[in-house]
């Protein structure tokens, strides 16, 4: 079981683009959602996560401002919504899960499971 990412694209800096999460009905209402990205040659950072009942909300300070992250229950999505984007926002984009017993707060992405292939973002200047 794994987290489908997608709608990622080429887009100039200053451009918007919406990446969805289809998240499993087996695990959605259930584990905190988040996006971390990894750019090449560098390792994978958070993003933004959204707790499963989808009240609360955590960014990366290079993205506060920026990016919005939402969820769906009717879909069994989560949304990053990614606005005035920067070259340096350029990177794969995964959404994982909170594993069993994580905590609210964690960023590492040893902490989240269930990665899928992720989306391509890239940002031209």
């Known amino acids: 079981v794994q987290l489908q990412a997608s709608g990622g694209g080429l887009v100039q800096a200053g451009g918007s683009l919406r990446l969805s999460c289809v998240v499993p009905?087996?695990?959605?209402?259930?584990?905190?959602i988040a996006w971390f990205r990894q750019a090449p040659g560098k390792e994978r950072e958070f993003v933004a996560v959204?707790?499963?009942?989808?009240?609360?909300?955590d960014y990366a300070d290079s993205v506060k401002g920026r990016f919005a992250i939402s969820n769906d229950n009717a879909k069994n999505t989560v949304y990053l919504r990614m606005n005035n984007l920067k070259p340096e926002d350029t990177a794969l984009y995964y959404c994982?899960?909170?594993?069993?017993?994580?905590?609210?707060?964690?960023?590492?992405?040893?902490?989240?499971?269930?990665w899928g292939h992720g989306t391509q973002v890239t940002v031209s200047s």
């Open positions: 994982g899960a909170l594993r069993s017993g994580g905590s609210w707060g964690t960023h590492s992405p040893n902490d989240f499971e269930k």
């Open positions: 959204i707790t499963w009942t989808g009240r609360t909300e």
């Open positions: 009905q087996s695990l959605f209402g259930k584990q905190n």
